[in-house]
T-cell receptor, first 112, second 109 residues
Framework: NAGVTQTPKFRILKIGQSMTLQCTQDMNHNYMYWYRQDPGMGLKLIYYSVGAGITDKGEVPNGYNVSRSTTEDFPLRLELAAPSQTSVYFC???????????FGSGTRLTVV | RKEVEQDPGPFNVPEGATVAFNCTYSNSASQSFFWYRQDCRKEPKLLMSVYSSGNEDGRFTAQLNRASQYISLLIRDSKLSDSATYLCVVGYNNNDMRFGAGTRLTVKP
């Protein structure tokens, strides 16, 4: 099992550009999540999904969109990149949320 | 007040020492509790869940005090490989986990 795979690992975007952060898991987990981690701060939930076709906003959804067309994939879309979106993004999945999460290795995004 | 608060540290301890971290949370309706470990520039990894009765996994012991709204992590006989940031995580419902900013531990030879 590869677990949770995120691509790319690093990216530099210019203000106003768009991009998609990819996340895929091969553990047949229903629950998937996107978090961002800023220095000195706890991880903040952007969006989550409880199964294919179902997504919902987390704590900091503004500026992002997601889709969940399959159980395996949960891409995160940034439409108009802003410097405030400079962060490390982690995708995670779980069989049940009460069992804890498996995280991907993260995407370091810089918006200049 | 932050929902999940941790002392950022750093805690610098010698090998073999016992070290303890506390984490306080503000929402009394919290249902699930975890400790994660995060190495520098890596993803968080689940260290252990925290149960009401307390639980132990080798050198690691986690405790929950619902009345005072804190959880703790005790590491005995610290190893160099224990050096990391320890994240406290509190779940309010199935899909709302709140992460603390982490406590940094450095174990020195």
């Amino acid at each position: 099992n590869a677990g949770v795979t995120q691509t790319p690992k690093f990216r530099i975007l210019k203000i106003g550009q768009s991009m998609t952060l990819q996340c895929t898991q091969d553990m047949n987990h229903n629950y998937m999540y996107w978090y961002r981690q800023d220095p000195g701060m706890g991880l903040k939930l952007i969006y989550y999904s409880v199964g294919a076709g179902i997504t919902d906003k987390g704590e900091v959804p503004n500026g992002y969109n997601v889709s969940r067309s399959t159980t395996e994939d949960f891409p995160l879309r940034l439409e108009l990149a802003a410097p405030s979106q400079t962060s490390v993004y982690f995708c995670a999945s779980s069989y049940e949320s009460a069992l804890g999460y498996t995280f991907g290795s993260g995407t370091r995004l810089t918006v200049v | 007040r932050k929902e999940v608060e941790q002392d950022p540290g750093p805690f610098n301890v010698p090998e073999g020492a016992t070290v303890a971290f506390n984490c306080t949370y503000s929402n009394s309706a919290s249902q699930s509790f975890f400790w994660y470990r995060q190495d520098c520039r890596k993803e968080p990894k689940l260290l252990m869940s925290v149960y009401s009765s307390g639980n132990e996994d080798g050198r690691f012991t986690a405790q929950l005090n619902r009345a005072s709204q804190y959880i703790s992590l005790l590491i005995r006989d610290s190893k160099l490989s224990d050096s990391a940031t320890y994240l406290c995580v509190v779940g309010y419902n199935n899909n709302d986990m709140r992460f603390g900013a982490g406590t940094r531990l450095t174990v020195k030879p």
